[in-house]
C-alpha cells in the first residue's frame, strides 16, 4: 500500500515556473514506476511524466523541454520541476504510483495548478 500527498501547486502567470512535489509513504517507493499526470476542466485525465524505479524518465510531447521529473528514493518523494508555463497547463495535477506486471496503481489528491495569460 502507498499513500500519495501532493503539494507545490498555485497560481502563476504564463512564463513562470512551478515545482509540485510529491511525498509517498509506505514500503519499497525505490521499485515504483512514478508520473505525474493532470486533469483539465472537461478533458481526460493525461500523462505529464514519468520515472521508472531505476530513474529513466518520459515526457509527453506538450511538456519536452520544458518540464522536468526527478525522484529521491532516500526521501520517498518525486518532483516536477515545470518552467515556461502555459496556460494550458493549467489542470489538476495527480501523482501515481505502480508496479508494471504487478497489482496496485496508487493516486494522490491532486493539486491546482493555474496559469493565467
Known amino acids: 500500500q502507498v499513500r500519495l500527498v501532493e503539494s507545490g501547486g498555485g497560481l502563476v502567470q504564463a512564463g513562470e515556473s512551478l515545482r509540485l512535489s510529491c511525498a509517498a509513504s509506505?514500503?519499497?517507493?525505490?521499485?515504483?514506476?512514478m508520473g505525474w499526470y493532470r486533469q483539465a476542466p472537461g478533458k481526460q485525465r493525461e500523462l505529464v511524466a514519468v520515472?521508472?524505479?531505476?530513474?529513466?524518465?518520459d515526457y509527453a510531447d506538450s511538456v519536452k523541454g520544458r518540464f522536468t521529473m526527478s525522484r529521491d528514493n532516500t526521501k520517498n518523494t518525486v518532483d516536477l520541476q515545470m518552467n515556461s508555463l502555459k496556460p494550458e497547463d493549467t489542470a489538476v495535477y495527480y501523482c501515481?504510483?505502480?508496479?508494471?506486471?504487478?497489482?496496485?496503481?496508487?493516486w494522490g489528491q491532486g493539486t491546482q495548478v493555474t496559469v493565467s495569460s
Open positions: 501515481n504510483a505502480n508496479r508494471p506486471q504487478f497489482p496496485g496503481n496508487y
Open positions: 520515472i521508472s524505479s531505476g530513474g529513466i524518465t
Open positions: 509506505g514500503s519499497a517507493f525505490s521499485i515504483y514506476r
